[in-house]
């Protein structure tokens, strides 16, 4: 569904990424960790296009979208969802209006067919009857669940997730955890999430790749990156260079 090929990007001469190769199969959760400034999100705007990369290729279901014009990603970002860090809702827009933006921009459906989704994707994520409640009305946990339920409103095969349990307490980021997961299950999409949070990772990864630096360390699978011999992956997963058994076991249980 999605694959980069050797790309670097660079801003006003620093170089953010270099050498990126990473495949995400479809259906598949890839999580992408790694230190603050490290290129995580820039690595997302890559793939939904919004910056193009100094060199390399970025395939999206087959197609390569570097060379892309404008209304060319349009038609890729179609097939995309993104979640955003502080949810980036519309103030001025009631929530139900928030979910069918994207519905009545991009869709020929009639009024009652975009009522019928929103309600539908509401329900999905735990708030069918807030259609009319305005976002700062909401929680920090509400409005991540809205962001999500007009990300996947266009039925997408790809969705974006930018830090989606930031500023959460643990029970909300749970919840939020199994939004994730149980999206994947029910639409099948392909899913990239970007997070400091390792607890989230360990819960909703099929994969996890660290990037350091710019550049990808390490790929693998949860219990890989657990049981990675790489001290930079150590420190970021157990905040210790050289883990022992004691933190392995914290970490794991």
């Given at each position: 569904?999605?694959?980069?090929?050797?790309?670097?990007?660079?801003?006003?001469?620093?170089?953010?990424?270099?050498?990126?190769?990473?495949?995400?199969?479809?259906?598949?959760?890839?999580?992408?960790?790694?230190?603050?400034?490290?290129?995580?999100?820039?690595?997302?705007?890559?793939?939904?296009?919004?910056?193009?990369?100094?060199?390399?290729?970025?395939?999206?279901?087959?197609?390569?979208?570097?060379?892309?014009?404008?209304?060319?990603?349009?038609?890729?970002?179609?097939?995309?969802?993104?979640?955003?860090?502080?949810?980036?809702?519309?103030?001025?827009?009631?929530?139900?209006?928030?979910?069918?933006?994207?519905?009545?921009?991009?869709?020929?459906?009639?009024?009652?067919?975009?009522?019928k989704a929103v309600r539908r994707r509401l329900r999905m994520?735990?708030?069918?009857?807030?259609?009319?409640?305005?976002?700062?009305?909401?929680?920090?946990?509400?409005?991540?669940?809205?962001?999500?339920?007009?990300?996947?409103?266009?039925?997408?095969?790809?969705?974006?997730?930018?830090?989606?349990?930031?500023?959460?307490?643990?029970?909300?980021?749970?919840?939020?955890?199994?939004?994730?997961?149980?999206?994947?299950?029910?639409?099948?999409?392909?899913?990239?999430?970007?997070?400091?949070?390792?607890?989230?990772?360990?819960?909703?990864?099929?994969?996890?790749?660290?990037?350091?630096?710019?550049?990808?360390?390490?790929?693998?699978?949860?219990?890989?990156?657990?049981?990675?011999?790489?001290?930079?992956?150590?420190?970021f997963v157990y905040g210790f260079r050289t883990p022992g058994?004691?933190?392995?076991?914290?970490?794991?249980?």
């Amino acid at each position: 569904m999605i694959q980069l090929t050797a790309v670097d990007m660079s801003i006003q001469g620093n170089k953010i990424l270099q050498d990126i190769n990473l495949e995400i199969s479809t259906g598949e959760t890839m999580v992408i960790i790694g230190p603050s400034g490290s290129g995580k999100s820039t690595l997302l705007r890559l793939i939904v296009g919004l910056l193009r990369p100094t060199s390399g290729e970025i395939w999206i279901n087959g197609t390569e979208i570097t060379g892309l014009s404008e209304n060319e990603l349009n038609q890729i970002r179609l097939r995309m969802g993104m979640v955003f860090q502080y949810s980036a809702l519309f103030d001025s827009m009631t929530v139900g209006e928030n979910v069918a933006f994207g519905l009545r921009e991009h869709t020929n459906l009639s009024e009652e067919e975009i009522t019928k989704a929103v309600r539908r994707r509401l329900r999905m994520v735990g708030l069918f009857g807030k259609e009319n409640v305005m976002p700062n009305e909401l929680s920090g946990g509400m409005k991540k669940r809205v962001s999500l339920a007009r990300a996947i409103a266009v039925n997408p095969d790809i969705i974006l997730y930018d830090e989606p349990t930031a500023g959460l307490d643990p029970i909300m980021s749970s919840k939020i955890d199994r939004l994730i997961s149980s999206t994947k299950r029910i639409m099948g999409v392909t899913s990239v999430v970007v997070t400091h949070h390792m607890s989230s990772a360990f819960n909703i990864a099929d994969r996890i790749a660290m990037i350091y630096g710019g550049r990808i360390i390490e790929v693998g699978t949860v219990e890989e990156i657990k049981q990675s011999n790489n001290p930079l992956v150590q420190q970021f997963v157990y905040g210790f260079r050289t883990p022992g058994t004691t933190a392995r076991r914290r970490i794991q249980s």
